[in-house]
């Protein structure tokens, strides 16, 4: 018994910083490619190619030479197909990587403006609802909007809601395409959203507006909001995702929530140690 916790004490002692600097990185590492792909796609596969990962060496140990073949190849094709097959799934994660602040910090509405930001996008919505008006509308958060901006008409204006709605009224010049939004501004109508989603999933009755607003979510952490000429439905898309049937109230606790989540997250380490230290001295 002595030699067995010998031979451990002696195991651990033999462990370099270096060793555990390695696990702790690479666990890390794993950890956030993980968060990056779950609730997606890609989540599943992934999931097969880490257990084919625990499954080979115990193929090698028994000697299971055509076990081992197979998952040998398919590890090599599984990753790149992998790659192929989910290239906007992979695309939306390294840009969510770009993302990731470390000592920047976002400019930031203050409780006064948040509020009085969403009212003026959730009464232009409701009124756009009421009256069968299609509109697409971007909220930009992180990353940037500007490739499709730069597709429409720059307005650069406070926000108001009588001006959001008006921009969509029937056979004006700019109410096609989407109206992006960039803090307390109209950034930009008539925009065009460059690809529409390939997410088999969705829908057939919904057309290219929802297609549009979806894949603009899956390409950005924008907040796209759309507005049914047809049904007059109001709906979000949100990380690839379409959330259908929203009313005023559900829109802003939806848009309040995901834009304090968004700051939460974005905010850089030293503001993060700040406000730790602030917590601490209160507590
Ligand atoms: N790629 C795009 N970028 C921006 N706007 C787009 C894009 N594609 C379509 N739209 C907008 O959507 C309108 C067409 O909507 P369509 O009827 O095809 O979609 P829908 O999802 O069925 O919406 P609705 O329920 O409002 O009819 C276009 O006139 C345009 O304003």
């Known amino acids: 018994m002595d030699g067995l916790y010998e031979a451990f004490l002696n195991a651990l002692r033999s462990i370099s910083v270096s060793q555990i600097l390695d696990v702790v990185v690479v666990s890390f590492l794993f950890f956030k490619i993980y968060n990056l792909i779950k609730e997606t796609r890609a989540e599943q596969l992934l999931k097969g190619i880490i257990l084919i990962f625990f499954i080979i060496p115990i193929s090698e140990f028994f000697n299971l030479t055509m076990l081992h073949w197979i998952l040998n190849n398919t590890i090599t094709i599984g990753l790149l197909s992998f790659v192929i097959i989910f290239q906007p799934e992979v695309r939306r994660a390294l840009e969510k990587i770009g993302r990731t602040s470390i000592f920047d910090k976002n400019v930031q ?74 803090d307390k501004r109209i950034i930009a109508a008539g925009c065009f959203v460059p690809s529409l989603t390939t997410n088999g999933s969705i829908g057939q009755h919904l057309g290219t507006r929802h297609r549009a607003a979806i894949s603009a979510s899956e390409n950005s952490d924008a907040i796209v909001i759309v507005v049914s000429e047809e049904t007059g439905i109001i709906s979000l898309a949100i990380n690839g995702k379409l959330l259908r049937n929203y009313n005023k109230e559900k829109l802003r606790n939806v848009l309040l929530a995901f834009m304090e989540k968004n700051e939460r997250d974005n905010i850089g380490v030293g503001e993060k140690v700040k406000q730790w230290i602030k917590k601490r001295k209160n507590s």
């Open 109 to 182: 509405l203050d409780k006064e403006e948040k509020n009085k930001l969403i009212s003026n996008i959730t009464d232009a919505v409701d009124n756009l609802s009421l009256s069968r008006t299609g509109a697409l509308i971007m909220v930009e958060q992180k990353t940037g909007l500007g490739e499709i901006i730069n597709t429409g008409t720059r307005l650069d204006a406070l926000i108001s809601s009588s001006l959001l709605e008006n921009i969509f009224v029937v056979n004006t010049p700019l109410h096609d395409g989407a109206c992006i939004i960039r």
